[in-house]
């Protein structure tokens, strides 16, 4: 009888109501703050005057600069121990009380005098101060192979085009809180965070604690999408100094506007690119220059041109990013950092270019198939994108869709578009602890977290199916410090760097469960050599003869006490292979073009991102990876209002995410892809679907009404208004 | 009204008679979650405009953030703590779990309150669910899946 699929750890906890976020945990005698908002986007913080908030009921304190002097400087307490005004709505003081409402009203009655200074509130307000900072993610700025300007003075044909893409929030559905408490010089904390350790090594730091005396706790996330790291710290913080100073327990959660400001966003871009291709199709030159905001108190950039280096095989390729520091919120990574504004532009323009030289788009991506990592000059560790393209036109139907605007359905014209989408591969060091106890029950532990992406059920997988146990015997600890340490979730890393761990751990616990029964008379493996004894069904059993007996009957005598285990991984000293994860994205959408509406109706895309742990998560992780990337493609686009410098709309009325009836079919293929190079043969399938899928809209959009939109999120006006005079194609032979 | 401002309500609370004070700012969703210790209900935006504070008030969904709870004196509040237990879920919380309706699960009591609500509308397609269903978000994207839940125990 076939088990059936394996189902989410926590679903349970999750349907019943019972998994307890960070806001929820219970602490007498809690405190309530709220967060006061600095009254211009850019200058300094003269006085925080809270005469008048200290008479309001049920205040207890307000923590501004110098309360916060005690704090070490750093990055992350720089923007509670300095008053420089950066941005708008940034907090200058945080006000506990006895309860929400008296917190609230504590909140408004403070007074905050600032010297405001001209703010910056836009990137083209100082396209002249754009710098080219070190690195873009975790890769250089800047890249070079061949001579990419001579090759495009040569190129059979070259689309040259702009793109541009907005800012975008993470919106998690829970909002960012802490529940802080402190006992003498000790301090658990409750929190929302993607990195339990990250961030009790930031506390220890600021508060200038062994590390040991601070516990961080995050059991259950309400997602994070990158958002629930170092940029929350600070104000994490400011309710920790209210804890200590009241010495009562600290509740603060971020509202939904704050989300817009405090927790990162995705940058916009603006991305000149030029590639150049021979009339067969094969590219022979690329120019990706990306322009993109990063805050006056911060550095971050994507590496958005990655996909330039590393998604196809091009001899002569040059990339570029640069900064503009404005007077709003720090970018940070967000769901496909990079590969999501980038393929928008590399895949778009590839799609103009396909038409031009009347090559089937597919078959333009095959012929420019990379069969190596050229930008590093290393092979890949494995890379089944050819079968992703095979497969997923197939299950598409793309050798069979209609010719390009022949379709319609009412009111409706439609198209398809493809697109390709990747993600780049890496580890992080992980521990993790595996505990058997007498009656063959397991206890699995690492201090990872789980945002959502199934890493209670990855873990717990790992180790039942190694050991042999049954999933509903496995109990899976994680979100917390006093665990073995693990891996922030971010990069869609856990999965993979907690294997190694966890097959450590369990192999021990093997090894030694083998020559426990060998040597005991009482057992019926006694004799049997200890290699030959494996561990399936709740059995230990020899492979080569009919000898089983129950893992529990052999604890029972062997190990009344239990057995545990610790495993652990480093990173590779040397790395030989590049890794990277793929796939294609097909998408057909309706398009109205009277009314511009723009409807994603099916959407079927293949993966190859090494062996797939769980099938029914993976799947519902590229689901909802893809329907972050029609989010990117069709509907969020914040913006800042240019004389304030305030978020505009910052709600969910005004800023779209998808909703249920937005959404359309999908189809997704698991592509089976051998990885003998990463741990388990385990690849990342978080970020994936977040690319390429973006692309594909806009390049189905083409195929239905002949218009090219080079701009995120794509609005009725970009279907409606003239058709852009750029859209013709710049031919050098 | 007593002097401090406080409102004196009588509810019935997932099936038991309750009386309880609250001040008479407080919404529906502060009372459950922070007063009352029920947390399966969530605060996504406290604007009305999320759907993760959802809760059944007769049995009609309603978000609680938008509701003061001085107005729902004499009540019937069905939160998520009502609906079913580990060892005895509702239909539609093990379809939930079968069918990988939710990720990170912190919209996921709104989306089965909601989902419960409209099953008693009888939808009669899964156009109708995702139009009946769209006030409530999920960032994880479990969108598919949830409908398919709904599907299910709808039998359609
Ligand atoms: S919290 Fe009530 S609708 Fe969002
Ligand atoms: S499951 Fe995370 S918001 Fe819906």
């Given at each position: 009888m076939s088990p059936g699929p394996v189902t989410r750890w926590e679903a349970g906890l999750k349907v019943t109501g019972q998994a307890v976020f960070a806001a929820e945990t219970p602490a007498p005698g809690l405190l309530y703050a709220v967060l006061v908002e600095a009254p211009v986007g850019c200058g300094t913080v003269l006085a925080v005057d809270a005469a008048q908030a200290r008479r309001t009921p049920g205040f207890a304190d307000l923590i501004s600069y110098p309360e916060a002097q005690g704090l070490k400087p750093s990055s992350v307490t720089a923007l509670i121990r300095e008053?420089?005004?950066?941005?708008?709505?940034?907090?200058v003081a945080l006000v506990v009380a006895e309860n929400l409402a008296a917190a609230q009203a504590a909140a408004r009655a403070v007074r905050v005098e600032a010297e405001a200074r001209p703010a910056i509130a836009a990137l083209g307000q100082a396209l002249d101060q754009a710098y080219t900072p070190a690195t873009a993610g975790r890769n250089p700025a800047e890249s070079r192979r061949g001579d990419a300007a001579r090759a495009l003075a040569e190129a059979h044909l070259v689309v040259r085009r702009r793109y541009e893409t907005a800012v975008n929030n993470h919106h998690p559905m829970e909002p960012h809180a802490v529940v802080c408490c402190w006992e003498g010089d000790r301090v658990t904390v409750h929190t929302s965070t993607q990195a339990v350790f990250g961030a009790r090594a930031a506390i220890a730091h600021a508060f200038g604690l062994?590390?040991?005396?601070a516990r961080v706790v995050s059991?259950?996330?309400?997602?994070?999408?990158?958002?629930?790291?170092?940029?929350w710290w600070p104000w994490m913080m400011q309710a920790m100094l209210a804890a200590r100073r009241t010495g009562r327990p600290v509740r603060l959660e971020l509202t939904r506007a704050q989300l817009f400001t405090l927790a990162g966003r995705r940058s916009e871009t603006v991305q000149e690119l030029a590639v150049g291709l021979d009339?067969?199709?094969?590219?022979?030159a690329i120019d990706h220059q990306v322009l993109a905001q990063t805050s006056t108190h911060g550095e971050y950039a994507d590496t958005t041109a990655g996909v330039s280096r590393w998604l196809y095989a091009c001899p002569n390729v040059t990339t570029r990013h640069r900064l503009v520091r404005t007077n709003e919120p720090q970018p940070i990574p967000m769901r496909a950092p990079g590969t999501a504004p980038g393929t928008f532009a590399l895949e778009s323009a590839l799609d103009e270019a396909a038409a031009a030289l009347g090559i089937d788009p597919v078959d333009l991506r095959v012929r420019n198939?990379?069969?190596?990592?050229q930008e590093a000059g290393r092979p890949w560790s494995s890379k089944r994108l050819l079968e992703c393209y095979r497969v997923g036109a197939e299950r598409f139907g793309w050798a069979h869709?209609?010719?390009?605007?022949?379709a319609g359905d009412g009111r409706w014209r439609l198209g398809s578009g493809m697109a390709s989408t990747f993600y780049a591969q890496h580890l992080q060091p992980s521990r993790a602890r595996v505990r058997l106890a007498a009656d063959a029950s397991l206890v699995v532990q690492c201090g990872t977290q789980d945002m959502g992406n199934g890493a209670y059920t990855a873990l717990g997988q790992m180790a039942a199916e190694a050991l042999g146990v049954?999933?509903?015997r496995v109990t899976v600890e994680l979100?917390?410090?006093?665990?073995p340490q693990g891996p922030i979730s971010?990069?869609?890393?856990v999965t993979v760097s907690i294997s190694p761990a966890v097959a450590m751990a369990t192999a021990e616990l093997r090894a030694i469960l083998a020559q426990l029964a060998v040597a005991d008379?009482?057992?019926?493996?006694?004799?049997?050599?200890?290699?030959?004894l494996d561990f399936a069904d709740g059995l230990v059993r020899s492979r080569t003869g009919n000898v089983a007996e129950p893992l529990a009957d052999l604890l029972a005598r062997q190990a009344p006490a239990g057995l545990e285990a610790e495993g652990s991984a480093d990173l590779?000293?040397?790395?030989?292979h590049s890794f990277m994860s793929h796939g294609a994205v097909f998408v057909e959408v309706g398009v109205?073009?009277?009314?511009?509406e723009v409807r994603v109706r099916r959407v079927c895309a293949a993966f190859a991102a090494?062996?797939?742990?769980?099938p029914l998560l993976a799947t519902s992780q590229y689901v909802g990876g893809l329907i972050g990337g029609i989010g990117m493609a069709l509907h969020e686009r914040t913006v800042t209002?240019?004389?304030?410098g305030r978020i505009l709309g910052d709600n969910f009325a005004d800023y779209l995410i998808p909703v249920h009836a937005d959404m359309p079919t999908f189809d997704i293929a698991l592509v089976h892809e051998d990885d003998t190079h990463l741990p388990g043969g385990i690849k990342g399938v978080?970020?994936?679907?977040?690319?390429?899928v973006q692309a594909a809209i806009a390049n189905a959009i083409f195929d239905a009404v002949g218009r090219r939109v080079?701009?995120?999120?794509?609005r009725i006006e970009d279907i409606l208004?003239?058709?852009?005079?750029?859209?013709?194609f710049e031919t050098l032979t | 009204m007593s002097d401090d401002g406080r409102i004196a309500l009588s509810l019935t609370l997932n099936g038991r008679a309750l009386d309880v004070e609250t001040p008479a700012c407080a919404t529906l969703l502060d009372l459950l979650?922070?007063?009352?210790?029920?947390?399966?209900?969530?605060?996504?935006?406290?604007?009305?405009?999320?759907?993760?504070c959802t809760v059944l008030m007769g049995g009609r969904r309603i978000k609680s953030c938008l509701a003061l709870a001085a107005a729902c004196d004499g009540g019937a509040i069905t939160t998520i703590e009502g609906i079913?237990?580990?060892d005895d879920l509702h239909p539609l919380q093990a379809a939930f779990i079968r069918h990988d309706a939710?990720?990170?699960?912190?919209?996921t009591p709104g989306q089965i309150l909601s989902g419960i609500a409209l099953l008693a509308e009888t939808p009669k397609d899964l156009a109708a669910i995702r139009e009946g269903m769209s006030g409530n978000l999920c960032r994880c994207g479990a969108y598919p899946n949830i409908v398919a839940a709904i599907a299910e125990v709808a039998g359609l």
């Open positions: 008053p420089t005004i950066h941005f708008a709505g940034q907090p062994p590390a040991e005396d059991r259950f996330l309400g997602g994070g999408f990158g958002c629930k790291g170092q940029l009339a067969d199709g094969r590219l022979t198939h990379g069969d190596h990592d869709r209609p010719a390009a605007g022949a049954p999933m509903s979100g917390d410090t006093l665990l971010a990069g869609s890393q008379q009482a057992s019926p493996l006694a004799g049997q050599r200890p290699e030959d590779p000293q040397v790395q030989t109205d073009p009277d009314l511009g090494g062996r797939i742990v769980n209002d240019l004389a304030s978080g970020m994936l679907g977040t690319a390429g080079r701009r995120l999120p794509i208004g003239h058709p852009d005079p750029r859209d013709g | 979650r922070d007063r009352l210790g029920l947390t399966g209900v969530k605060k996504g935006c406290d604007m009305g405009a999320c759907g993760a079913g237990t580990l939710l990720q990170c699960g912190y919209c």
